[in-house]
């Protein structure tokens, strides 16, 4: 376990190659299809699909300006680089704890598939609950101290494949003052190698309820399936990202009108094929009455 958290959080530096992807997305409310590229500033993501639909040409200038102007503001995108780091950190942070903060068990192996691990390669499965004697140093490690579930560690690569954690108990976050999460809490991170043995997320679910200051309700549901890794330059520009990403929207429409045309020509011959065969019975008909 110690030796696969020293990979991952070695892996997660700035020189680790950057990627465009599709993130689709479901929550209660909406289905989202977004494509996202990472480049040197910040990740710059496009919604190009919602709910199964298209875009409509509104929702695509909208989309567009909301982009131009992180590209028009540095104070903007100061924020968002400064959000995207914090958010990071935080995630390093759950990581290096889970050596100690967990008891862990062994439970098996699993094969890995395309999306957990490598497909083929021997995943090491454990079983872990709570350390009673491990105490948070910050409130970001306090989800910890409630989790009990499983996780899967590729053993020729010592990489986190899969972790999926349950919360058996309340867990106030901020020692209680700040708020808590509700038990029955679940989180599921997935892993794999999206080619040279570089490994990137490639599902995220996330079912939470609690409050906030005793007061707001908390209620996180989300899943985020991660695909079609394309490598892009690390170089990349928040700016060229976003180029890069109306590119890439347009030759998703051009395909997916094709697509649909394809449809429409497929549906057009059917029709015809099938007002053919109705005419040849009805000319098949005559001709026997004309026989008779």
């Given at each position: 376990?110690r030796?696969?958290v020293?990979?991952?959080?070695?892996a997660?530096n700035?020189s680790?190659?950057?990627f465009?992807?599709?993130?689709?997305?479901?929550?209660?409310r909406v289905s989202?299809?977004?494509?996202?590229?990472e480049?040197?500033?910040?990740?710059?993501?496009?919604?190009?699909?919602?709910?199964g639909?298209?875009?409509t040409p509104?929702?695509?200038?909208?989309?567009?300006?909301?982009?131009?102007?992180?590209?028009k503001?540095?104070?903007?995108?100061?924020?968002?680089?400064?959000?995207?780091?914090?958010?990071?950190?935080?995630?390093?942070k759950?990581?290096?704890?889970?050596?100690?903060?967990?008891?862990?068990?062994?439970?098996?192996?699993?094969?890995?598939?395309d999306?957990?691990?490598?497909?083929?390669d021997?995943?090491v499965?454990?079983?872990?609950r709570p350390?009673p004697?491990?105490?948070?140093?910050?409130?970001?490690?306090q989800?910890?101290?409630?989790?009990?579930?499983?996780l899967?560690?590729?053993?020729?690569e010592?990489?986190?494949a899969?972790?999926?954690g349950?919360l058996?108990?309340e867990v106030?976050?901020?020692?209680?003052?700040?708020?808590?999460?509700?038990?029955?809490?679940r989180?599921?991170?997935q892993?794999?190698?999206?080619g040279?043995?570089?490994?990137?997320?490639?599902?995220?679910?996330?079912?939470f309820?609690?409050?906030?200051?005793?007061?707001?309700k908390?209620n996180i549901?989300?899943s985020?399936v991660?695909s079609?890794?394309?490598p892009?330059?690390?170089?990349?520009?928040?700016?060229?990202?976003v180029?890069l990403?109306k590119?890439a929207?347009?030759e998703?429409?051009?395909?997916?009108?094709a697509?649909?045309?394809k449809r429409?020509?497929?549906k057009?011959?059917?029709?015809a094929a099938?007002q053919?065969?109705?005419?040849?019975?009805?000319q098949?008909?005559?001709q026997?009455?004309c026989d008779?």
């Amino acid at each position: 376990m110690r030796r696969a958290v020293q990979n991952e959080t070695a892996a997660n530096n700035d020189s680790v190659p950057h990627f465009m992807f599709k993130d689709q997305r479901k929550t209660p409310r909406v289905s989202q299809t977004k494509l996202m590229v990472e480049t040197r500033e910040a990740t710059a993501g496009l919604l190009i699909a919602q709910d199964g639909h298209a875009l409509t040409p509104e929702q695509r200038r909208s989309e567009e300006a909301r982009l131009q102007n992180y590209v028009k503001s540095p104070e903007e995108l100061n924020r968002k680089r400064k959000q995207e780091r914090e958010d990071a950190e935080r995630a390093a942070k759950i990581m290096r704890a889970l050596p100690d903060a967990l008891l862990y068990e062994a439970d098996g192996t699993e094969l890995g598939t395309d999306n957990v691990g490598q497909p083929g390669d021997e995943l090491v499965r454990l079983k872990f609950r709570p350390n009673p004697g491990y105490n948070p140093p910050s409130r970001v490690e306090q989800v910890l101290t409630g989790m009990q579930g499983h996780l899967l560690i590729d053993a020729k690569e010592n990489r986190i494949a899969k972790i999926d954690g349950t919360l058996q108990k309340e867990v106030g976050f901020g020692w209680g003052i700040l708020g808590h999460l509700d038990r029955g809490g679940r989180f599921l991170v997935q892993q794999a190698d999206v080619g040279n043995q570089v490994w990137e997320v490639t599902r995220i679910e996330l079912d939470f309820t609690g409050r906030v200051l005793f007061v707001k309700k908390l209620n996180i549901r989300s899943s985020d399936v991660f695909s079609e890794f394309h490598p892009v330059p690390s170089s990349l520009t928040f700016a060229q990202g976003v180029e890069l990403l109306k590119n890439a929207m347009a030759e998703d429409q051009s395909a997916a009108g094709a697509k649909d045309q394809k449809r429409e020509d497929s549906k057009t011959q059917e029709t015809a094929a099938d007002q053919s065969r109705v005419q040849g019975k009805d000319q098949a008909k005559e001709q026997l009455c004309c026989d008779r």
